[in-house]
């Protein structure tokens, strides 16, 4: 069970986190001008990486904010957490 | 009866006699015994059968490893437990202990016939025998097999001991209290760290407690004067906390752990009573520091598993702990130095045995002192054979050849009455392996040892391969201080004299004059699985070890194998010709040892299983003989069962009652969204599938809520109170979802909108009155407001006070009804439900629950999102495509709208269907098809609300039909267990489709 440093509230245990899944995927600006495949690129594709992952998490049952956290999905060891909007962290690939 | 307590040991108290009964019979032991030792001291052995061929299986060993003490506690239905290890149970007064998996009893047992039919029992004879034929399986073989698999009973009532959970944090977690588990613990407490120290016997010790020889000092005392002298040390430590009785159950990632403490299980039934039974300890620990040490092995040879064989240095506990001695003539059957151990002790206490060892020679201190002493000892010797039905009684010896594969010259016979084995020792891997740590192979002695590689774990004493005292020692003290970064100087002078094993010898199964076909060499003692089942797995083509384990069932017991997993690798890598450590080993899952449920739930049982929210006018629902439905944590009234009516009565009486004048129900459990902020619409605009900008305030809104991919997600009425200000209403049980939902489209996707949303659920009450006389029932509560059409017309909203408190009034009807929803403040909810229900009274207003509900929005084709919907329904499935805008640019799910799956013709899409005997009611989910003779059946969808509308006089339904929205008049047939169902398809608006009843 991890323990996750919440960017807001400090390390907490897992239990009060969800999950969202890959992060910097960039909902598209127009939609409509995507063909089929594109958009399914961006609803279905995921790169479910083993190794060293970035991912989005929800601070669920405590302040509710959202951030991202480079994890290896590996040994699960989190590398490092950040705010939505700052940038990933460059020492990761 | 002899008596085999021969010495007194300070560990067991004479003064207190407790008398305990196993299997019917009353036996007397003293406090401080396990429910084993006081049987060893009565002369019993015998404590079992074995799974598969019923034999007679004695006591093995003294502590978490044992594979055939298990016993069944107390008889009671509710309190009854089984596949209790008696080597841990400690005894107490009027403990009721059975053997398990003998019929009729323990001495004289009906499945032993297995033993003779034991050739015809192979490894995989389940898998073989059983698959046909098929029909069989049902009525003959799994009853016969639930028969004769008798691994104790399950309690049939629930459990009524308390059971606790606590969370706690640690610098240092160390887990096991022998030698260098305390070494460790006094180390980091000593140094300032807050420290835990856990162990699953009663007192700390570990295995040096009752070490008495000689030969091993400690600064010149016993190793286990020393040890208590440490003990007493600890204990004074402030940043120290010391929980005996408490084993680890899991060790998960992030050094989080769970340990489950008994802190009753040792006491007499009248001092159990109200108190906690156990208690699961969450431990999240900043370094864990292993110290579970090892677990002797036994050894493969012909009938190695009589009752009387145990494991050597379970024969020195037993005799140096507990002063039981398991026999009077014994013989200890060794490949290492530490039988001697037991050797010397059993001499020094009169106990005549003697020594087979495998090795061809050896010298060690030890060995030395035993010969000394007059032990006779039999080198480059093998057991071949043990005699005695009930209790070993004999054996056969042969010397070994030079390599260690044949026997050679002439068999020796041996009289005994107790046999002691060690193969090694195996270190606990266990909790290593369990943090995620891989493992190395050391050839030496052939054991798995951890492979250490993380700054949060460290495994230290006998769990790390490291045997002798000296070496625990020194090691444990040199890890301690540069895992965890301190200088401690405690043990820098600590003067350790031991005895060093030289010589070493391992052969895991054993040879025999005999060919293997015809011998009984046991490898898991529970699950009956011998070497000769393991060599034809291998013959028959298996090769991984999880593979092996799983069709010989190897390991697959209660005890997971601590026994047996070594000896299973060690016989399938000699017989594949590889190296041992290439095969990796199975996995080692938690829990270390069996936990009741009851420890894991905690206090969660009952009403604490799950949070419980009610409305504020729950009361008076409960006062009005409300059934109630639960629609996620929300207790909703269901239905009304008015002088004792069924359920179908009161949904026609509400039903027809809300149309025919006024009708009321609590609808406060709909979620409510708070949106404020200068970007409201155009949140609105982006979050559902129509356009908001241009609704003027005061008016509401119906309003459909779509996933990226395109599907119905949910729906609800969404309300402008002001410039930018909306009241948002979500499904019940979609709430919490469309928050979250919504918050993560805000914080991650269009963080430049100004908007806030705020759950107010729970702030208000909502009364929704609906009918023909629901505007006569709120003039008479709110006799200001002008409730005509032009001023107040549908889907618009005022606010109007009620005994001066501010309620909020939306025009909105989700039966087609007239319909006001009134919302309060929740702490007025139940004042205004019974303001309504007085106001009402002379229009017979009648309180409705969820059914009634369901079936009026039916009647007016309404869906209910996760009822007519399952994620896979567009708004075009749903016949809703007024509700998408064409004009806006963008919204959540439109791209989704018109890829190449979405736009088929040939989804399945929502109708409604008629039964042509309008008196069936269909039922919910039932299978949709047209063609009942094609094999396979083409399904062509299924049934979602399915109602007896009273107001029709005629049953309806809506359903999800391939290409639904083309067969209008459509035949179709709804094949049921008995009888085929013939139906029409129709439209899903079933009552007044011009919408003049919102008006009357
Ligand atoms: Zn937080």
């Known amino acids: 069970m991890f323990l996750i440093n919440c960017p807001f509230c400090g390390e907490r245990d897992q239990s009060e986190f969800s999950s969202g899944g890959e992060a910097h995927i960039v909902r598209p600006k127009q939609p409509t001008e995507l063909s089929d495949d594109e958009w399914a690129e961006y609803l279905f594709m995921r790169k479910n990486i083993k190794g060293i992952q970035f991912e989005r998490w929800n601070h669920t049952h405590g302040c509710r904010k959202w951030f991202n956290v480079v994890r290896d999905t590996s040994n699960d060891k989190i590398l490092s957490v950040y705010k939505m909007g700052e940038k990933p962290p460059v020492n990761y690939k | ?1000």
């Open chain 2, 1 to 1000: 009866m002899p008596y085999y307590r021969i010495h007194k040991t300070e560990y067991i108290d004479e003064t207190k006699r407790v008398s305990f009964k196993y299997d019917g019979k009353t036996y007397f032991g003293y406090e401080g015994d396990t429910l084993a030792s006081a049987l060893l001291a009565n002369g019993v052995h015998l404590v079992g059968r074995s799974f598969k061929y019923h034999r007679p299986r004695g006591i093995v060993s003294c502590g978490a490893e044992e594979p055939n003490a298990i016993c069944q506690i107390g008889s009671k239905k509710d309190l009854t437990e089984p596949n209790v290890r008696a080597t841990e149970l400690e005894l107490y007064e009027g403990l009721e202990a059975s053997s398990q998996n003998c019929w009729p009893n323990v001495k004289f047992d009906i499945g032993g016939i297995n033993n003779f039919i034991s050739p015809l029992i192979p490894a995989g004879f389940y898998y073989k025998t059983f698959m046909w034929p098929k029909s069989f399986w049902k009525k003959v073989y799994e009853p016969l097999i639930r028969l004769s698999a008798g691994l104790g009973k399950s309690p049939t009532e629930p459990d009524p001991d308390i059971y606790d959970h606590k969370h706690v944090h640690y610098d240092v977690l160390v887990i096991g209290g022998g030698i260098s588990g305390i070494i460790s613990a006094k180390m980091a407490a000593k140094n300032n760290l807050k420290t835990l120290l856990v162990d699953d016997k009663k007192i700390l010790g570990g295995s040096t407690i009752y070490q008495n020889n000689e030969s091993i000092k400690i600064d010149d005392k016993l190793s286990s004067e020393w040890l208590k002298n440490e003990i007493q040390e600890i204990k004074k430590l402030s940043n120290l906390t010391i929980k005996t009785r408490t084993s680890i159950a899991a060790y998960h990632g992030y050094n989080f752990l769970l340990a489950k403490e008994n802190l009753t299980d040792h006491l007499p039934e009248e001092k159990k009573k109200n108190k906690i039974r156990q208690r699961l300890w969450k431990i999240r620990a900043k370094k864990v520091v292993i110290a579970t040490g090892s677990i002797e092995r036994p050894l493969v040879f012909n009938n190695n598993d009589r009752p009387g064989i145990l494991l050597s240095n379970s024969i020195n506990k037993y005799l140096d702990y507990y002063g039981v001695t398991c026999g009077e003539n014994i013989i200890l059957f060794t490949n290492n130095d530490s039988a001697y151990e037991t050797s010397i002790s059993l001499h020094k206490k009169g106990i005549k045995n003697l020594i087979v060892d495998l090795r061809k020679s050896a010298s060690s201190e030890l060995i030395k002192e035993a010969q000394s002493l007059g032990i006779k000892i039999y080198f480059n010797h093998v057991v071949t054979n043990t005699f005695g039905y009930r209790k070993i009684n004999s054996l056969e010896i042969m010397k070994l050849s030079e390599d260690g594969n044949t026997t050679v010259g002439n068999i020796i016979k041996l009289s005994c009455d107790c046999l002691g084995m060690s193969g090694g020792w195996t270190p606990m891997v266990h909790m290593h392996t369990q943090s995620g740590g891989k493992l190395n192979f050391r050839d030496d002695d052939q054991v798995f040892l951890p492979k250490e590689n993380s700054e949060d774990q460290i495994s230290v004493g006998s769990c790390n391969g490291d045997f002798d005292l000296e070496n625990i020692i020194d090691k444990t003290v040199n890890k301690i201080n540069k895992f965890l970064d301190i200088d401690n100087q405690d043990y820098q002078d600590t003067n350790i004299i031991c005895s060093k094993e030289n010589d070493k010898r391992n052969i895991w199964l054993l040879p025999n004059k005999v060919p293997l076909g015809k011998t009984k060499c046991f490898i898991d003692f529970q699950n009956d699985s011998t070497a000769k089942d393991i060599k034809l797995a291998l013959k028959e083509g298996f090769r991984s070890i999880e593979h092996v384990k799983r069709y010989t069932t190897t390991g697959m017991a209660t005890d997971q194998g601590k026994l047996s997993n070594m000896h299973a690798l060690g016989i399938i890598a000699d017989t594949a010709g590889v190296k041992m450590g290439t095969l990796g080993t199975t996995t080692f899952r938690p829990p270390f040892t069996p936990l009741t449920f009851g420890t894991l739930v905690g206090r969660n049982v009952g009403k604490f299983f799950e949070v419980v929210r009610k409305t504020s006018m729950h009361e008076w629902h409960v006062e009005n003989k409300a059934e109630f439905e639960n629609v996620g944590q929300w207790k909703r009234p269901w239905y009304y069962a008015k002088n004792g009516e069924n359920m179908h009565d009161a949904v026609q009486r509400e039903s027809k009652a809300a149309r025919d004048s006024a009708g009321i129900l609590d609808a406060s459990t709909l979620g409510k969204i708070d949106i404020q902020g200068t970007d409201a619409s155009e949140f609105l605009n982006r979050v559902y599938t129509n356009a908001w900008s241009k609704l003027a305030i005061g008016k509401c809104r119906y309003g459909l809520m779509l996933n990226e991919d395109g599907m119905v997600y949910d729906d609800g009425v969404t309300t402008r109170i002001s410039e930018n200000h909306y009241l948002m209403t979500t499904t019940t049980g979609g709430a919490a979802n469309v928050l979250s939902k919504l918050e993560d489209y805000l914080q991650t996707e269009w963080p430049e909108l100004d908007v806030y949303l705020t759950s107010v659920t729970d702030h208000y009450s909502t009364a929704s009155i609906c009918g023909p006389n629901s505007k006569k029932i709120l003039n008479k509560l709110f006799p200001n407001l002008d409730l005509s059409d032009e001023n107040f017309p549908h889907m618009s909203f005022k606010e109007d006070n009620l005994e001066n408190i501010n309620c909020r009034i939306m025009r909105i009807s989700f039966t087609g009804e007239l319909s006001y929803e009134i919302n309060i403040e929740s702490k007025y909810g139940h004042s205004l439900w019974k303001m309504c229900i007085e106001a009402g009274k002379e229009f017979n207003l009648t309180p409705y629950g969820t059914e009634t509900m369901h079936l009026l929005r039916a009647e007016k084709g309404f869906i209910i999102v996760g009822q007519d919907t399952d994620g896979t329904m567009t708004p075009s499935d749903l016949q809703m495509d007024w509700i998408v805008s064409k004009k806006k640019y963008d919204f959540i799910g439109k791209r989704s709208l018109y890829r190449s799956d979405t736009i088929r013709e040939d989804r399945k899409q929502l109708v409604g269907l008629l039964t042509d005997d309008p008196k069936e009611i269909l039922e919910e989910g039932a299978q949709i098809v047209s063609d009942i003779k094609s094999k396979p059946i083409d399904m062509l969808g299924h049934v979602t609300s399915s109602y007896f509308s009273p107001n029709l006089n005629k049953s309806i339904a809506l359903a999800v039909v391939r290409s639904g929205k083309t067969m209008k008049g459509q035949k179709l047939i709804i094949p049921m267990e008995n009888k085929n169902i013939n139906v029409t398809v129709s439209d899903p608006i079933f009552l007044d489709k011009e919408n003049k009843r919102i008006n009357a």
